[in-house]
């Protein structure tokens, strides 16, 4: 059984689409995490919540939307999809900021 | 607001051999987590080690180990006998308790040579 499952794995796109990233995890936390990991491999931290809850959000632009329909799952829906949002999204979820965080497979989005 | 400092870019060491990443972070926080995560070529994030910062001991696992300096707020790992499959990114995190925030290092890229 995967822990934290993303799909899809892989996403190629053409700019100005819009596009869905799913995310769930079966190990009962509370805190979900999305992540972006450019060409560089910088992970940086896009948005958290908590049992469905907003509490981060980094300076990402609006055109990404995060949702979270129950505390099992979170969503990263992006509109109007840029050249420079090609990278890796990593979903994450964790029992809070002491514990382990478990890490999703990976989207690898391109933008073409 | 929190930082973490991977000064390594890049590493590599024979096989066997002892190496030590660093990591510094800046932080007014009293209540925090320290990680490192290991991230091979497959891409799949895996913890290596963990450390709370109210524990003065450091932490161990197997051939890994953490110097854990909180008044310098730094945070190295030394992997010893290292093994080809050691082989991969290696990153250094901070946790902030108060909302369960996770913030990243840049990475270092570690080489395991035959």
């Known amino acids: 059984d995967t822990a934290v499952s993303q799909t899809p794995k892989y996403l190629v796109t053409q700019m100005g689409n819009d596009k869905s990233i799913k995310c769930e995890q079966n190990l009962g936390h509370d805190t979900m995490y999305w992540y972006k990991q450019d060409s560089k491999k910088f992970l940086k931290i896009m948005f958290s919540y908590n049992n469905k809850e907003l509490i981060i959000n980094e300076t990402v632009p609006n055109r990404f939307s995060p949702k979270s329909p129950d505390k099992a799952h979170l969503n990263l829906h992006i509109n109007s999809l840029e050249l420079g949002d090609s990278a890796v999204y990593f979903c994450a979820s964790s029992g809070g900021a002491r514990t382990e965080a478990f890490f999703g497979q990976g989207t690898r989005l391109t933008v073409v | 607001a929190q930082t973490v400092t991977q000064s390594q870019p890049e590493m590599s060491v024979q096989e066997a051999e002892t190496v030590t990443l660093s990591c510094t972070y800046d932080?007014?926080?009293?209540?925090?987590?320290l990680f490192w995560y290991k991230q091979p070529p497959s891409r799949q994030m895996i913890l290596v080690i963990r450390?709370?910062?109210?524990?003065?001991q450091n932490a161990t696992e197997n051939r890994f180990s953490v110097n854990f300096q909180k008044a310098a707020k730094s945070f190295s790992l030394k992997i010893s006998d290292s093994q080809l499959g050691d082989t991969a990114m290696y990153f250094c995190?901070?946790?902030?308790?108060?909302?369960?925030?996770?913030?990243f290092g840049k990475g270092t890229r570690l080489h395991i040579l035959p």
């Open positions: 450390q709370e910062a109210y524990k003065q």
């Open positions: 932080t007014s926080e009293n209540n925090y987590y």
């Open positions: 995190a901070f946790g902030r308790n108060r909302d369960d925030k996770i913030i």
